[in-house]
């Protein structure tokens, strides 16, 4: 954490931090920049990388299939898609009174557009081809496909500060953190984990399969219904304030699993870990790496995650027939 706050366009010493709640001359400019950019960039990074990590986490033991992704499978593509047709079609939102409520509407509308794209899924890999991974990353592609074809009409109908938006969407960025997202995606995790916490069991129960599950007592269709609200919400608020930001639900699960075994008490909680560890070590490079330019955080997250993506393929070819 301290590493990460202290690398920037504006280096920070020893000495700013112990200034940190002091207006004494010469520490003004460095406690303005803790406090209001590097400290709720690390912070949105840390729990934006949480929130992917266990909606990562909890699709692959909804599907039971290793390389389930909300950026994969088209839920990151149907929450910004939603969110580019409200800023477009309804102007913004401005038909919203008030300031404060417009902040919620982007939020909101990615949340509708995950929550569609993850009943689309869960139907495809219940009813059209149950079981086959190479099914529902078809489906994933068909869908983030539809996604692009409807960003890019928006794109081609919005005028220039919209396409400034569509620009830190597709790319994904942290560059606008505020507390208050920070304050949000604390809240979305608390809640969130406090009503996990109550699903773990059914969910070890559910990778054994669902005739199994149900015979064990699991209502399966209320726990798949729980916990695509709980992937749609998690990935909704990420994408919402951060664009699509891809792998980071691959590659945290997965390699939790590697090192910890495939029980959901470990895999989910430690998967948050992971995947805050893996976000923040991106932005880091991101905004470092080119100063005083700064990259795209969904750039270095692709590098991370398609070689092991290919990786994590070739391992589970044999269910791909």
């Known amino acids: ?19 940190l709640f002091s207006q004494q001359n010469g520490y003004e400019g ?41 950026g994969l499978l088209g839920v990151s593509a149907g929450a910004s898609c939603s969110v580019a047709i409200g800023i477009v079609m309804l102007d913004g939102f401005r038909f919203i009174p008030t300031e404060e409520l417009r ?21 495809v890999a219940r009813v059209v081809s149950p079981g086959s991974i190479a ?36 790319l994904g960025s942290l560059a606008s953190a505020r507390w208050l997202m ?15 916490r109550t699903l773990l069991q059914d969910l070890n129960a559910l990778t054994l399969g669902e005739n199994i599950a149900n015979h ?8 798949r219904t729980k916990v695509i609200v709980l992937v749609a919400t998690l990935s909704g608020l990420a994408v919402a304030w951060c664009g699509m930001i891809g792998f980071i639900g691959l590659m945290a699960p997965n390699l939790v699993r590697i090192c910890l075994g495939s029980d959901q008490k470990r895999v989910i909680p430690y998967s948050a870990g992971v995947g805050a560890i893996l976000l923040v070590i991106a932005d880091t490079i991101a905004r470092t790496i080119a100063i005083p330019a700064e990259l795209p955080v969904g750039i270095f997250t692709a590098l991370l995650g398609g070689p092991l993506f290919l990786i994590l393929l070739r391992q589970y070819r044999s269910r791909l027939d």
């Open 30 to 70: 460095a406690s303005y920049v803790l406090w209001t950019i590097r400290i709720p960039r690390v912070l949105l990074a840390i729990t934006v990388g949480a929130a992917l990590g266990i909606a990562g986490a909890l699709a692959q033991s909804l599907f039971r299939n290793p390389l389930a992704d909300p």
């Open 182 to 196: 920070v304050g949000v995606l604390i809240g979305a995790l608390v809640i969130g984990w406090a009503w996990i």
């Open 103 to 123: 902040v919620w509407a982007i939020p909101f509308f990615a949340f509708l557009g995950a929550i569609a794209v993850c009943f689309c899924l869960d139907y």
């Open 135 to 170: 099914g529902l990353l078809l489906t994933g592609i068909a869908l983030n496909a539809l996604a692009g074809a409807v960003i890019g009409l928006c794109t081609y109908l919005a005028n220039d500060e919209q396409l400034r938006s569509f620009t830190f969407w597709t």
């Open 1 to 19: 954490f301290l590493i990460a706050v202290n690398f920037g366009a504006v280096g920070i010493q020893s000495a700013d931090w112990l200034h």
């Open 216 to 223: 064990l007592g699991v209502d399966v269709l209320r726990l």
